[in-house]
């Protein structure tokens, strides 16, 4: 199963629908592992060691800092990307079947935008 890092301007009413929705979902959120305030490279850095892939609603520099790990050859569990535009609903349907039916490794060093297609 996939674990998760929200990162810390990550939507709360998605993280608790999915995990209403996925009750055994392995997710946390930025703030609570102490990485309020951490900048992108030092959150990826993160979620490097943990072996969590990353949910982000920034489009601009998150992305930027992951494709940087990879190019450097630094492990990227992966990210994802969720523009705030989309409907909440889509977005926990997706988020649901990426954990209940993929494995970590397929995200490894990807960004990937919701909606899945």
Known sequence: ???WLADENFNNDI???LIRRCPDVDVVRAQDVGLSGASD???L???AIENRVTLTHDVTTLTAHAYARVTA???MPG??????SLPIANVI???VLLSECSLPLEWEAQV???PLR
Do not use: K, N, T
């Open 1 to 3: 199963m996939i674990r």
């Open 15 to 17: 993280l608790r629908a």
């Open 41 to 43: 490279p030092d959150l």
């Open 45 to 47: 850095a993160w979620a």
């Open 73 to 75: 050859g630094q492990p």
């Open 79 to 84: 990210v994802i990307e969720v523009r705030r």
């Open 93 to 95: 349907g997706d988020l």
């Open 112 to 114: 990937i935008y919701l």
